[in-house]
Nanobody
Framework: QVQLVESGGGLVQAGGSLRLSCAAS????????MGWYRQAPGKQRELVAA???????NYANSVKGRFTISRDNAKNTVYLQMHSLKPEDTAVYYC?????????WGQGTQVTVSS
C-alpha cells in the first residue's frame, strides 16, 4: 500500500502564494515520477506539474513561470510552490506518484483564489 498525504491548500487572494506538500509512505521501494494534478468544478483533471526521480520537470503552459515543483527524495515528499495565483487556479489539487508499475493518488487539497 502507498499513502500520499497532501497539505498546504487554502484560501488566498489573487496574486498571493501557497505551497503544497505531499508526503509518500508505505510500500514505496521505487518512487518514480511525482506530480500535481488539479480538477476544477465541471472540468477534467489536468496535469499541473511533474518531476522525475532525477529532477526533470514538466509544467502545464498555464502555470509556467508561476509554479515550481520540487522534491526531497530523502523525505519522499514533493512540493508545489505557487506564486501569482489567479482565480482560474481554483481547484482541488491532487498529488500523484508512480511507484513501480502502479500509480497512486492523494485525497486532494482545495485551493481557492479569490479575486
Amino acid at each position: 500500500q502507498v499513502q500520499l498525504v497532501e497539505s498546504g491548500g487554502g484560501l488566498v487572494q489573487a496574486g498571493g502564494s501557497l505551497r503544497l506538500s505531499c508526503a509518500a509512505s508505505g510500500s514505496i521501494w521505487t518512487l518514480n515520477t511525482m506530480g500535481w494534478y488539479r480538477q476544477a468544478p465541471g472540468k477534467q483533471r489536468e496535469l499541473v506539474a511533474a518531476i522525475t526521480s532525477g529532477g526533470s520537470t514538466n509544467y502545464a503552459n498555464s502555470v509556467k513561470g508561476r509554479f515550481t515543483i520540487s522534491r526531497d527524495n530523502a523525505k519522499n515528499t514533493v512540493y508545489l510552490q505557487m506564486h501569482s495565483l489567479k482565480p482560474e487556479d481554483t481547484a482541488v489539487y491532487y498529488c500523484n506518484a508512480k511507484v513501480g508499475f502502479g500509480t497512486h493518488w492523494g485525497q486532494g487539497t482545495q485551493v481557492t483564489v479569490s479575486s
